[in-house]
């Protein structure tokens, strides 16, 4: 079975950084996408960075030159480098990938994976 764990998460006094990474694995045949995303009570999640295979990006307009996406493919992990953190970014970061995933006799279409979330708290 597919899994995403994250790790990284914690208490980070403004203008601090943090460096969030997250780890597929499980039966994966390939990985489209892999990215992160934040939520905080009551508001809908929110896309904060993606990185593809072939290594374009995208960043959310707030995070845009303090956060910095990337990946090793090899380990089928994504990273978020965090800086010049602000009490905004608070919330729970959600790992996220978009792979296909293989048995013995087939390959599967693209499927959405989410981690079990990493709380990144920016407080003085």
């Known amino acids: 079975q597919v899994q995403l764990v994250e790790s990284g998460g914690g208490l980070v006094q403004p203008g601090g950084s943090l460096r969030l990474s997250c780890a597929a694995s499980?039966?994966?045949?390939?990985?489209?996408?892999m990215g992160w995303y934040r939520q905080v009570p009551v508001k809908q999640r929110e896309l904060v960075a993606v990185?593809?295979?072939?290594?374009?990006?995208n960043y959310a307009e707030s995070v845009k030159g303090r956060f910095t996406i990337s990946r090793d493919n090899a380990k089928n992990t994504v990273y978020l480098q965090m800086n010049r953190l602000k009490p905004e970014d608070t919330a729970v970061y959600y790992c996220?990938?978009?792979?296909?995933?293989?048995?013995?006799?087939?390959?599967?279409?693209?499927?959405?994976?989410w981690g079990q979330g990493t709380q990144v708290t920016v407080s003085s």
């Open positions: 996220n990938a978009e792979l296909r995933t293989r048995n013995i006799v087939v390959v599967s279409g693209v499927n959405t994976y």
């Open positions: 499980g039966s994966i045949f390939s990985i489209n996408a």
């Open positions: 990185i593809t295979s072939g290594g374009s990006t």
